[in-house]
């Protein structure tokens, strides 16, 4: 066998290693892709005579391309979990795969990736890399050109911002978990009995779209009859802490669209407080929630 057709077959026996990689570090499946692609081009043109573990360094060469990745659209100061208003008309962000994109982010965890955009890119890196991938760190510290005891730190420092630290007890937590849950399944089956059931008869509902307009309704059955729109989204959102407590987040294919602060009294829904302008939700503190 040549040696093109051998380092094509050996990479794309890792191909779907170096995607999931790529993907928890860049949370994008097109600049997965671009990742991934990037490494095979080095792949082709290095001299890999001196290489003896060919996963390991094609896992480093994607880390790397992913970290410049990151690091470019922090100086460009781009918005990839940018805000979009809930109107009935409103349409999902395109992606190439819509169908593939769904199932990894399923896969990774819907709030995983929203929280992992907040961290920097050092901080996202040195936390995939160790946390779900299990590389040691003295292979991690060369990648963000830190000392192994400094990366340590980042990673540290990320996964206390992503399990976040909840204002109530986990007794009362929980219980406020199991009626947000329930409240996103009646949602996704759009049963409105069962929303009924859920929710407070003097319910507030606020709605603070990126635009500047705002909406108020107020009691069960107003709320009900007028969340169609969001049913359509149910199946984008996840329970999330906000602020310590719980709250949900919506994020089509790990798209940050927005985020709902909900107060729960006597186990039922007394306020739904949504979200929409990017300012605001830059300024929301979220970490996932245990299981």
Do not use: C
């Not at 996963?55 to 970290?67: D, E, H, K, N, Q």
């Not at 409105?192 to 319910?203: E, G, N, R, T, Y």
């Not at 959102?237 to 602020?243: E, H, M, R, Y």
């Amino acid at each position: 066998m040549e040696k093109h057709d051998w380092l094509a077959q050996a990479f794309e026996e890792n191909r779907p290693h170096l995607q999931a990689v790529a993907y928890r570090l860049l949370g994008s499946l097109s600049e997965a892709d671009d990742a991934v692609q990037e490494a095979w081009l080095r792949l082709s043109r290095s001299d890999m005579s001196e290489v003896s573990n060919l996963g390991g360094w094609l896992t480093t060469v994607v880390a790397r391309i992913s970290l410049n990745m990151l690091r470019a659209r922090k100086v460009r100061h781009e918005e990839p979990l940018e805000a979009a208003e809930l109107e009935p008309g409103m349409r999902e962000p395109e992606v190439t795969d819509p169908e593939q994109e769904a199932l990894l982010t399923d896969s990774v965890g819907l709030a995983l990736l929203v929280v992992l955009e907040r961290l920097t890119p050092a901080e996202r890196l040195a936390f995939v890399l160790h946390d779900i991938f299990a590389l040691p760190f003295d292979e991690i510290a060369p990648i963000v050109e830190r000392e192994v005891a400094a990366t340590r730190q980042l990673a540290s420092r990320a996964r206390r911002q992503i399990r976040g630290e909840a204002k109530e007890a986990s007794a009362d937590l929980a219980a406020r978990r199991e009626v947000v849950d329930a409240f996103l399944a009646a949602s996704r089956e759009g049963s409105f009995d069962a929303l009924l059931a859920l929710l407070d008869p003097d319910i507030v509902y606020r709605a603070d779209w990126a635009s500047g307009k705002s909406r108020v309704v107020r009691g069960a059955t107003a709320v009900v009859r007028q969340s169609r729109a969001f049913l359509r989204l149910a199946r984008f959102a996840q329970p999330v802490l906000v602020n310590s407590t719980v709250g949900v987040v919506v994020a089509p294919r790990g798209r940050l669209r927005y985020v709902a602060s909900i107060r729960i009294t006597g186990g039922k829904i007394v306020q739904i407080h949504v979200m929409a302008d990017p300012a605001v939700l830059r300024q929301l503190h979220l970490s996932v929630l245990s299981s």
